[in-house]
């Protein structure tokens, strides 16, 4: 339904606005802010292994929000919409059939086609043409949400779904979690290799704000017939994100809370955080590696981190106050 709210030819981004309203930061912003909030609110810093809950508690919803962004999200994007077909030039007749060779036939002789191919508009067609149009209106938005649907269908079942969805992030994340819950964990904390792997995993921020920049530059997709996000949508988009899905999801956490579950205050403000967090960095990531929605991506990514500053203070204060 959030797609009615971006002009007609921009409803093709439908898997992009689900995507970046549905996954919010989990790691940058979540497990800082929960760290210096443990360390200066004294209700969160009651129990003897507060720091060490609080980071416990972000890292699991990281790791939750990481599987679930590489493998549906990333599906998503892989499926979606291709290029327009382009106009290829029949070569003519050559030989016996041509009556000559290739290379002497004349303009008049090469075909310019297209596939699918055009069709005819003549007096009596303009009629069917504009109830075509009108169907094909009022059908959009459903063949948008059986597209979204079916793509998260393909995504989460199936081999060649499985297969597909495997790409060198989710296999290093489903590495560390073997590590992590094997006795391999302490011996390979104090090794020469993860002080590598550390080293390399410091410079993934840096570089997806140079994707960020890149994308917003010269965005692969437009070339290959994607559609342009524009500032007007941009910041549909980020409304969405940084204002609706915040409220809907405050709500969604304070309803739990007062049914009785959620009593637990770091889980419960690390929900929070998350609600009021902006997209998460990895989607960037994603739409670099699919080489798709890269320009609407950047563009949301770039305006959504600049109003997260605001929106983001508002709505921690906001928190902090209701939680006890």
Same mark, same amino acid.
């Given at each position: 339904g959030t797609v009615l709210l971006l002009p007609r030819e921009e409803r093709r981004l439908a898997r992009f606005v689900a995507v970046t309203v549905a996954y919010p930061n989990a790691m940058a912003l979540p497990y800082p802010l929960m760290m210096a909030l443990t360390r200066q609110v004294p209700w969160l810093n009651a129990r003897e292994d507060a720091d060490a809950y609080s980071a416990t508690v972000s890292v699991l919803f990281s790791i939750v929000e990481l599987l679930q962004i590489w493998t549906v999200a990333f599906g998503l994007y892989g499926a979606a919409p291709k290029a327009a077909p382009t106009p290829t030039l029949a070569k003519p007749?050559?030989?016996?059939? !041509?009556?000559?060779?290739?290379?002497?036939?004349?303009?008049?002789? *090469?075909? @310019?086609?297209?596939?699918? #191919?055009?069709?005819t508009v003549g007096a009596g067609a303009v009629r069917p043409m504009r109830s075509s149009m009108s169907m094909q209106s009022s059908t959009s938005m459903q063949s948008v949400r059986r597209s979204v649907t079916h793509s998260m269908l393909v995504t989460m079942g199936g081999a060649r779904s499985v297969k597909e969805i495997m790409n060198p992030l989710l296999v290093s994340l489903l590495l560390a979690l073997v590590i992590a819950m094997s006795p391999m964990r302490e011996p390979f904390l104090g090794s020469v290799v993860h002080e590598v792997l550390e080293f390399v995993g410091n410079g993934a921020v840096p570089l997806t704000l140079v994707l960020m920049g890149?994308?917003?530059?010269?965005?692969?997709?437009?070339?290959?017939? !994607?559609?342009?996000?524009?500032?007007?949508?941009?910041?549909?988009? *980020?409304? @969405?994100?940084?204002?609706? #899905?915040?409220?809907?999801?405050?709500?969604?956490?304070t309803g739990c809370r007062q049914m009785g579950w959620l009593q637990d205050p770091h889980l419960a403000l690390c929900m929070y955080l998350m609600c009021c967090s902006p997209t998460a960095a990895n989607v960037g990531l994603v739409s670099s590696v699919q080489q798709a929605y890269v320009q609407p991506t950047a563009l949301v990514l770039f305006l959504m981190h600049i109003f997260a500053i605001p929106v983001m203070t508002l709505s921690i204060a906001v928190y902090i106050a209701i939680l006890p």
């Open positions: 007749a050559s030989g016996a059939e !041509g009556g000559g060779d290739a290379g002497d036939a004349s303009v008049d002789d *090469v075909e @310019l086609s297209f596939d699918p #191919a055009p069709k890149a994308g917003m530059a010269r965005p692969p997709d437009l070339a290959q017939g !994607g559609a342009e996000l524009r500032w007007r949508s941009a910041m549909i988009v *980020v409304f @969405l994100r940084l204002v609706v #899905a915040n409220v809907i999801g405050a709500l969604v956490v």
